[in-house]
């Protein structure tokens, strides 16, 4: 089954304790993205990737770290997690079509809390 | 700056009627739009794209318009059902921008029994 797969589900930590959430896709897709999702705010990006070894700030990259040595994964790694970055965390990925942009498909989160 | 945006955050509908979720949008180089639909405890799961060569497209119950002279978009769900219950967003490509989307900041429908 084509997907998008993050863990954990759910995580607790406290203050400037270093973490990873995981992402793994099996659909070969070249691009990947990390979102996190505040009420009122919607979707707002952290980090992208186009390739392997190739990846850029999106929006709100302030306190995150992303690395991607291999297609299929990419982590999302935060060295010393604050109060402020407790929020709902979704992965996603997409192909690049043969008309261009394509859908994203996303993972079903990571709700992360920071003590 | 450029920026999706949806005109009502809440909607409520009585289940079997129509409903009409709407989406403005400022970038007039956006030539992909997307509708994702995103219930409780879920991600985001794609319903329907449009292009910008076109200003209607059918899915099942679901259509899409695009009216590009007013840079508006819009969802429109047939027969509503309790299972339609979740938020919506839209979200916008450029195509000479393979990495931005920019999504709306969603309405939530709900669908009264």
């Known amino acids: 089954e084509a997907q998008v797969t993050q863990n954990p589900r759910y995580l607790i930590t406290v203050t400037g304790k270093k973490l990873t959430v995981t992402c793994s896709q099996n659909?070969?897709?070249?691009?990947m993205s990390w979102y996190r999702q505040d009420p009122g705010l919607g979707l707002r990006q952290i980090y992208y990737?186009?390739?392997?070894?190739?990846?850029d700030k999106g929006d709100v990259p302030e306190g995150y770290k992303v690395s991607r040595k291999e297609k299929r994964n990419f982590p999302l790694i935060l060295e010393s997690p604050s109060p402020n970055q407790t929020s709902l965390y979704f992965c996603?990925?997409?192909?690049?079509?043969?008309?261009?942009?394509?859908?994203?498909?996303f993972g079903s989160g990571t709700q992360l809390s920071v003590l | 700056g450029e920026s999706v945006g949806l005109h009502l955050p809440t909607l409520s509908v009585q289940e079997g009627d129509n409903s009409i979720i709407n989406c403005a949008y400022s970038?007039?180089?956006?030539?992909?739009f997307i509708w994702y639909k995103q219930e409780s405890g879920k991600g985001p799961q794609f319903i329907i794209d449009?292009?910008?060569?076109?200003d209607k497209r059918q899915g099942q119950r679901v259509t899409v318009l695009l009216n590009k002279t007013v840079k508006h978009l819009s969802l429109q769900i047939a027969a509503t059902q309790p299972g339609d219950s979740a938020v919506y967003f839209c979200?916008?490509?450029?195509?000479?921008?393979?990495?931005?989307?920019?999504f709306g900041p969603g309405t939530s429908l709900s669908v009264i029994p």
């Open positions: 979200a916008e490509n450029s195509g000479t921008s393979y990495d931005k989307v920019i």
């Open positions: 990737s186009m390739n392997v070894e190739v990846t």
């Open positions: 996603a990925s997409k192909p690049w079509g043969p008309q261009g942009n394509e859908k994203l498909f």
């Open positions: 659909m070969n897709h070249e691009y």
């Open positions: 970038n007039s180089a956006s030539d992909y």
């Open positions: 449009i292009r910008s060569n076109m």
